[in-house]
C-alpha cells in the first residue's frame, strides 16, 4: 500500500527502514524521502513508524 503518493513509499518500505535502525520522522524522512513534500502522509506514516517500532 502506498503511503507516501508523492514520492511514491509504501507501508513495506516504512517498516523496513525501521527494521534497518529508523526510529523517528526525521531519520525516516532523511532515508526515504516521506513527508518532504505535500506532508499529507505524514500522520500515517507516523503510526506505521510507532507501531512497528514497539514490535521490532
Ligand atoms: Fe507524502 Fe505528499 S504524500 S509528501
Known amino acids: ?3 507516501c ?5 509504501t507501508d513495506h ?3 523496513r527502514a525501521v527494521e534497518d535502525g529508523c526510529s ?3 531519520q525516516l524522512r532523511n ?3 516521506v ?7 505524514g500522520n500515517m506514516a507516523r503510526e ?3 507501531e512497528h ?3 521490532v
Do not use: D, F, K, P
Open 48 to 50: 506505521i513508524l510507532n
Open 35 to 41: 513527508a518532504t513534500q505535500c506532508g499529507r502522509c
Open 1 to 3: 500500500m502506498y503511503v
Open 24 to 26: 523517528s520522522m526525521r
Open 13 to 15: 518500505e516504512i517498516r
Open 31 to 33: 532515508e526515504l524521502g
Open 53 to 55: 517500532r514497539q514490535s
Open 5 to 9: 503518493l508523492c514520492n511514491q513509499i
